[in-house]
C-alpha cells in the first residue's frame, strides 16, 4: 500500500501520462486515415464521420461503468482491462468489411477499453495526490499532448507503408502498454475518500425499501442527478462544456482532410496535427503553474472560460486563412488555449463538487458530453456533404465554442453575485437577530434590577 504524495506517486504520475498518450492521442490521428477508410469502403463523409464520433462519444459515456468498475476492483486492474479492450479493438478493427464492423470494433470496443484506461487514470491521480493535485493533473494531461504530437507523425508513416488496415493492427499491440501502466498503480493507503461509501440502509427496513435506497444511492455515487437538479455551477458547467465539445473536437478530425483538400500534401498535414501536440506539450504545465496562481484561487471557471472562447475564435483564422502559412498559425493559436482547456478541464469540476462527489459528478458529466461528441462530427461530414466546402466546418466550430464559453463566464458570474447578495442578507439578517437578542437581555436585566416597570 503506497501514501499519498509519496515518492510512488511520482511514478505513478509518469504511468498516467503514458496512458494519456495512447488513450487521447490516438483519436487524435483518425483523420490522417479518414481519406483512406472512405475510398476503401467507398462511404460518404458523413459515414466516415461516425468512426471517430464513436471513438470519442463512447471514451467519454462510459465514464458511469468505470465508476463502477473502479470501486469494485480499483484503478489498477480498470486500467489494465481498458488496455485489453483496446487491444482487441484495434486488432479486429484491421479486418473490418464493412465501416458498421469499424464502428462495433474500433468504435465500442476501442473506445470503451480507451474509456477504462483514460479515466481511471485521472481518478488515480485523485488518490495519490492531495497537495499538487492541479499540478499533477496538468503534467497528465500533457501527455495527451505528447500523443497528440507522436501518434500522427507515426500513422503518416504506417498509412504510406502498410496501410490503414496493418497500421490499425500494429495499434492494437501498442495500445496494450496500458496494461503495464495499470500494473503501476498499486493501491493508496488511507486515500482521500473520492469512492467514500455511504451507509446503507438499516437492516430493518424491508427488502424493497432497501433496494430502492441502494437503487438511489448507487445513483447519486455513479451519475450525480441531485447536483445536476441543484447545484447551480455544476449545472452551468456541464452544459457549456457539452455545448463546447460540439465543435471543439472537430478540428482535430477535419484539419487534415481539409488542409489536403486545399493543395497541402500529405506529409505537410499530418506536421500540422503534430504540431498541436508539440506546442501542447510545454504548453500544458504551463497552464498549470498558472492556474495554481493566487489570483485564480476560487476563479478557475473564468480562466476556463477565456481558454474556450480564445479558441473558437481561433477557428476563423483557419476558415478564413487555407494556406500552409495560415494553417501553421491556426494551429499555434489553437494549440495554446487546448492546452488550457485540458490542463482545467478535470481541475474545475473537482474544485465544483469536491473529490467526495467527483466519481458521480464526472460520471454524469461525460455522459451529457458524450452526446454533443457524437453528434458534432456526422453534422460536420453532413455539412460538408452538400456543401463540398471542409472550410465551412471551422466557422461552425467558432459558433459553438465561442458561445459556451460566454455562457459559462456570464452565468458563473451571475450566480456568484447571486451567491454573495444572499450571504450578504443573511449575514444582515443574522446582525439584527444579535441586536434584538442583546436588547431583549437588556430589557430583561433593567427590569430585574428595577429600572423597568
Same mark, same amino acid.
Given at each position: 500500500?503506497?501514501?499519498?504524495?509519496?515518492?510512488?506517486?511520482?511514478?505513478?504520475?509518469?504511468?498516467?501520462?503514458?496512458?494519456?498518450?495512447?488513450?487521447?492521442?490516438?483519436?487524435?490521428?483518425?483523420?490522417?486515415?479518414?481519406?483512406?477508410?472512405?475510398?476503401?469502403?467507398?462511404?460518404?463523409?458523413?459515414?466516415?464521420?461516425? +468512426?471517430?464520433?464513436?471513438?470519442?462519444?463512447?471514451?467519454?459515456?462510459?465514464?458511469?461503468?468505470?465508476?463502477?468498475?473502479?470501486?469494485?476492483?480499483?484503478?489498477?486492474?480498470?486500467?489494465?482491462?481498458?488496455?485489453?479492450? =483496446?487491444?482487441?479493438?484495434?486488432?479486429?478493427?484491421?479486418?473490418?468489411?464493412?465501416?458498421?464492423?469499424?464502428?462495433?470494433?474500433?468504435?465500442?470496443?476501442?473506445?470503451?477499453?480507451?474509456?477504462?484506461?483514460?479515466?481511471?487514470?485521472?481518478?488515480?491521480?485523485?488518490?495519490?495526490?492531495?497537495?499538487?493535485?492541479?499540478?499533477?493533473?496538468?503534467?497528465?494531461?500533457?501527455?495527451?499532448?505528447?500523443?497528440?504530437?507522436?501518434?500522427?507523425?507515426?500513422?503518416?508513416?504506417?498509412?504510406?507503408?502498410?496501410?490503414?488496415?496493418?497500421?490499425?493492427?500494429?495499434?492494437?499491440?501498442?495500445?496494450?502498454?496500458?496494461?503495464?501502466?495499470?500494473?503501476?498503480?498499486?493501491?493508496?493507503?488511507?486515500?482521500?475518500?473520492?469512492?467514500?461509501?455511504?451507509? +446503507?440502509?438499516?437492516?430493518?427496513?424491508?427488502?424493497?425499501?432497501?433496494?430502492?435506497?441502494?437503487?438511489?444511492?448507487?445513483?447519486?455515487?455513479?451519475?450525480?442527478?441531485?447536483?445536476?437538479?441543484?447545484?447551480?455551477?455544476?449545472?452551468?458547467?456541464?452544459?457549456?462544456?457539452?455545448?463546447?465539445?460540439?465543435?471543439?473536437?472537430?478540428?482535430?478530425?477535419?484539419?487534415?482532410?481539409?488542409?489536403?483538400?486545399?493543395?497541402?500534401?500529405?506529409?505537410?498535414?499530418?506536421?500540422?496535427?503534430?504540431?498541436?501536440?508539440?506546442?501542447?506539450?510545454?504548453?500544458?504545465?504551463?497552464?498549470?503553474?498558472?492556474?495554481?496562481?493566487?489570483?485564480?484561487?476560487?476563479?478557475?471557471?473564468?480562466?476556463?472560460?477565456?481558454?474556450?472562447?480564445?479558441?473558437?475564435?481561433?477557428?476563423?483564422?483557419?476558415?478564413?486563412?487555407?494556406?500552409?502559412?495560415?494553417?501553421?498559425?491556426?494551429?499555434? +493559436?489553437?494549440?495554446?488555449?487546448?492546452?488550457?482547456?485540458?490542463?482545467?478541464?478535470?481541475?474545475?469540476?473537482?474544485?465544483?463538487?469536491?473529490?467526495?462527489?467527483?466519481?458521480?459528478?464526472?460520471?454524469?458529466?461525460?455522459?451529457?458530453?458524450?452526446?454533443?461528441?457524437?453528434?458534432?462530427?456526422?453534422?460536420?461530414?453532413?455539412?460538408?456533404?452538400?456543401?463540398?466546402?471542409?472550410?465551412?466546418?471551422?466557422?461552425?466550430? =467558432?459558433?459553438?465554442?465561442?458561445?459556451?464559453?460566454?455562457?459559462?463566464?456570464?452565468?458563473?458570474?451571475?450566480?456568484?453575485?447571486?451567491?454573495?447578495?444572499?450571504?450578504? =442578507?443573511?449575514?444582515?439578517?443574522?446582525?439584527?437577530?444579535?441586536?434584538?437578542?442583546?436588547?431583549?437581555?437588556?430589557?430583561?436585566?433593567?427590569?430585574?434590577?428595577?429600572?423597568?416597570?
Amino acid at each position: 500500500m503506497e501514501t499519498p504524495d509519496g515518492q510512488w506517486a511520482w511514478v505513478v504520475l509518469a504511468a498516467v501520462m503514458l496512458t494519456q498518450a495512447l488513450s487521447l492521442g490516438f483519436p487524435s490521428c483518425i483523420g490522417i486515415f479518414y481519406t483512406d477508410i472512405q475510398s476503401s469502403f467507398q462511404a460518404s463523409n458523413t459515414q466516415t464521420s461516425w +468512426l471517430p464520433s464513436i471513438i470519442t462519444a463512447v471514451l467519454h459515456a462510459g465514464g458511469p461503468l468505470c465508476s463502477i468498475m473502479v470501486e469494485r476492483f480499483g484503478c489498477r486492474v480498470t486500467v489494465m482491462v481498458g488496455g485489453l479492450l =483496446c487491444g482487441i479493438g484495434m486488432i479486429t478493427s484491421s479486418f473490418s468489411q464493412t465501416m458498421v464492423h469499424l464502428y462495433l470494433s474500433a468504435g465500442f470496443i476501442g473506445g470503451l477499453g480507451l474509456c477504462f484506461s483514460f479515466q481511471a487514470g485521472i481518478t488515480v491521480l485523485g488518490y495519490y495526490f492531495i497537495r499538487r493535485r492541479t499540478f499533477a493533473n496538468s503534467l497528465a494531461s500533457a501527455g495527451a499532448s505528447i500523443g497528440m504530437a507522436l501518434w500522427p507523425l507515426a500513422s503518416q508513416y504506417l498509412l504510406e507503408k502498410i496501410g490503414w488496415r496493418g497500421s490499425f493492427l500494429l495499434f492494437g499491440g501498442v495500445l496494450l502498454n496500458c496494461c503495464v501502466c495499470g500494473a503501476i498503480m498499486r493501491p493508496v493507503k488511507n486515500p482521500e475518500p473520492a469512492h467514500e461509501k455511504e451507509a +446503507l440502509a438499516p437492516e430493518t427496513h424491508t427488502g424493497t425499501v432497501n433496494k430502492e435506497m441502494e437503487w438511489g444511492k448507487g445513483l447519486k455515487r455513479y451519475m450525480a442527478f441531485d447536483l445536476l437538479l441543484r447545484n447551480h455551477r455544476y449545472q452551468i458547467y456541464t452544459i457549456g462544456v457539452a455545448w463546447m465539445v460540439l465543435g471543439f473536437v472537430l478540428p482535430l478530425f477535419y484539419l487534415v482532410p481539409y488542409a489536403t483538400s486545399s493543395g497541402i500534401n500529405e506529409g505537410k498535414s499530418a506536421m500540422l496535427l503534430a504540431l498541436i501536440g508539440f506546442i501542447n506539450i510545454f504548453m500544458r504545465p504551463m497552464a498549470g503553474l498558472v492556474s495554481q496562481q493566487r489570483i485564480f484561487h476560487g476563479r478557475l471557471i473564468y480562466l476556463f472560460s477565456v481558454a474556450v472562447i480564445l479558441n473558437g475564435l481561433s477557428n476563423l483564422v483557419c476558415g478564413a486563412w487555407a494556406s500552409f502559412s495560415g494553417l501553421l498559425v491556426y494551429c499555434v +493559436l489553437y494549440s495554446i488555449t487546448m492546452s488550457f482547456i485540458g490542463s482545467l478541464i478535470f481541475q474545475v469540476l473537482m474544485d465544483i463538487v469536491g473529490m467526495k462527489r467527483f466519481p458521480g459528478a464526472f460520471g454524469l458529466f461525460t455522459i451529457i458530453e458524450s452526446i454533443t461528441i457524437l453528434t458534432g462530427p456526422p453534422l460536420a461530414g453532413f455539412l460538408v456533404d452538400i456543401t463540398g466546402q471542409y472550410g465551412l466546418v471551422f466557422y461552425a466550430s =467558432c459558433i459553438a465554442v465561442t458561445s459556451s464559453g460566454i455562457f459559462m463566464g456570464l452565468s458563473s458570474f451571475a450566480v456568484e453575485r447571486k451567491e454573495a447578495k444572499a450571504r450578504k =442578507c443573511k449575514q444582515k439578517t443574522i446582525e439584527e437577530a444579535v441586536m434584538e437578542e442583546k436588547a431583549e437581555t437588556a430589557y430583561t436585566s433593567c427590569k430585574q434590577e428595577g429600572y423597568v416597570i
